[in-house]
């Protein structure tokens, strides 16, 4: 499990944007998660999928498509929370 980073808000119905954690300048592009990555948080409840990339390379952004089984209470729950991938 490797963490992805932050939540920081969310967007349409089941849908987040994350922060993702400084990279090292060296290897950022070569740390980068891959699209349709899985996204867990810390009790390892799988929230969704990588879908989109953005930002600069040192400090991305991304954003997650949630599962359709989650609901919006979760999703309001994992604001400013750190979440991982798998």
Known sequence: MKRLGKVLHRTGVKNLIIRGDELKPENASGNLPKLNSVVVDKALNRIGTIVNV?????????LVKGFKRASDSEFRALVNERVYIR
């Open 54 to 62: 953005f930002g600069p390379v040192n400090h991305p952004y991304f």
